[in-house]
């Protein structure tokens, strides 16, 4: 039974307050305005009989007066085959001009997979990016962010990820993007073709700050239905320091009491609830890369720092490159020589173990020092490492990466010289070295 009320006592932000019995957190409610205008909303508090709703779209024209219907269930979204391709809103509607997207509704912000189920990974999700699949590759059901300052290209690798990735299917859900940015998403994903295995939930930059809240909810409510039917899915989320700053904005308007500069003490669990849907069982799978902007390249902001503590590892982006120091796959060494080429592991370590040394090197050279033939030899392999495997346009499957790796090593050294293993280095020591320069 839908029970109707039309007394709206309080309206603060996008957050309105009734009295109401009988009503869950997290049901939907119908708000009918007098101008004709249907808006949708959800119960995020209840005390005694007020209920507090958050309103998806402006709250601009509310009247005390307006009817409020509970539905009696929670927010939904649409799944099906027709999704695939599609672009939508943070509340889940067509944002593309498109159809309406018909299959069956799906709850979102349910519980993560049942822990007994999961399987230990031990899957590859290739690439093609060099600093990604050889240095620390990523694995399928894996959870990772990139950390990034605002203004590196982190959406420009997003893309990239998407574009190359072998996943069955990519989701992006976009978090306080320009025009530009979603544009870019849209325009990137139709010139490499990869539109028709995309789906993409957006939140604009000029929309409700209530609907960025939804976008990564709505995006893991699809991949787990992807992934039951037996499909890699690989989920892309930008920005989550925009998820977490709308969680801060709605905290502050319902005066709840802040914590770590602003956010609320449930930042931690908001964002755990999300990464932990990665999850690998049966056929199918989901692997979750969140973009983690800080502020002043401040590791220790609260998003960054309660992220590092529930996913595994983090892509460090740095000068619009991937850093080897600052990034790490905790899950990379289930893959790495097991399901990889045997000299995985020994040339990615001797390759980073070098390109530290280069770094000395280039202080030397810098400070005007005298420099010796070994120093000269690690100013041209940095050099080399830099062009052919740490920009990120290079694209290339991980097997190529690794024989490029062994030129660029040889190029500059002798045999002996690299710290790699001598019956790995007479295996894989190639007899041509041409490298690009």
Not at 174 to 186: C, D, N, P, S, V
Not at 248 to 259: F, G, L, N, R, Y
Not at 346 to 368: D, T, Y
């Amino acid at each position: 039974m839908k029970i109707v009320y039309n007394q709206i006592y309080n309206m603060r932000g996008n957050l309105i307050t009734v009295h109401a019995e009988g009503v869950r957190l997290g049901d939907l409610a119908r708000i009918d305005l007098k101008d004709g205008r249907v808006l949708l909303a959800s119960v995020l508090r209840i005390e005694e009989e007020a209920v507090t709703l958050q309103v998806f779209q402006t709250t601009r024209g509310i009247s005390t007066g307006d009817r409020v219907t509970f539905l009696n269930k929670p927010m939904q979204v649409v799944f099906g085959s027709t999704l695939l391709g599609r672009r939508l809103s943070g509340s889940g509607q067509p944002v593309d001009g498109g159809p309406k997207v018909l299959g069956e509704a799906v709850d979102i912000g349910s519980t993560s997979f049942n822990p007994v189920k999961r399987v230990v990974p031990k899957e590859m999700v290739r690439t093609n990016i060099p600093m990604i699949d050889v240095f620390n590759c990523l694995v399928k059901s894996q959870k990772i962010p990139i950390f990034s300052i605002p203004g590196e290209p982190y959406n420009a690798l997003l893309m990239r990820i998407a574009n190359q990735t072998d996943a069955d299917v990519v989701i992006l859900g976009g978090m306080g993007l320009t025009f530009r940015e979603y544009q870019a998403f849209i325009d990137n994903a139709e010139a490499s073709g990869s539109m028709n295995k995309t789906v993409m939930f957006v939140h604009r930059a000029t929309d409700p700050a209530v609907e960025c809240l939804l976008v990564p909810d709505m995006a893991l409510a699809c991949a787990e239905r992807f992934a039951t039917e037996g499909k890699n899915v690989l989920v892309l989320l930008t920005d989550m320091t925009a998820f977490a700053d709308a969680i801060k904005e709605i905290a502050v308007t319902m005066d709840q009491v802040p914590s770590n500069r602003g956010y609320p003490g449930s930042l931690y669990s908001d964002l755990a609830a999300r990464y932990e849907k990665a999850v690998m069982f049966g056929g199918g799978s989901i692997t979750i890369i969140g973009v983690t902007t800080m502020p002043g390249d401040d590791v220790t902001h609260p998003v960054p720092d309660n992220t590092g503590y529930i996913t595994e590892g983090q892509f460090y982006l740095h000068h619009k490159k991937i850093d080897p120091f600052g990034s790490l796959s905790r899950l990379k060494q289930l893959v790495i020589g097991k399901v990889t080429r045997e000299d995985h592991g020994e040339l990615a370590n001797a390759m980073v173990r070098l390109f530290a040394e280069s770094k000395k090197a280039k202080e030397r050279h810098a400070m005007g020092f005298k420099l010796s033939p070994w120093d000269e030899k690690l100013l041209k392999y940095a050099d080399l490492f830099e062009k052919n495997m740490m920009d990120l346009e290079v694209n290339c499957p991980l097997e190529e990466a690794l024989d490029l790796g062994w030129r660029i090593l040889a190029e500059c050294f002798e045999k002996g010289e690299t710290g790699a293993k001598k019956s790995l280095e007479d295996k894989y020591w190639p007899l041509q070295m041409a490298v690009k320069g």
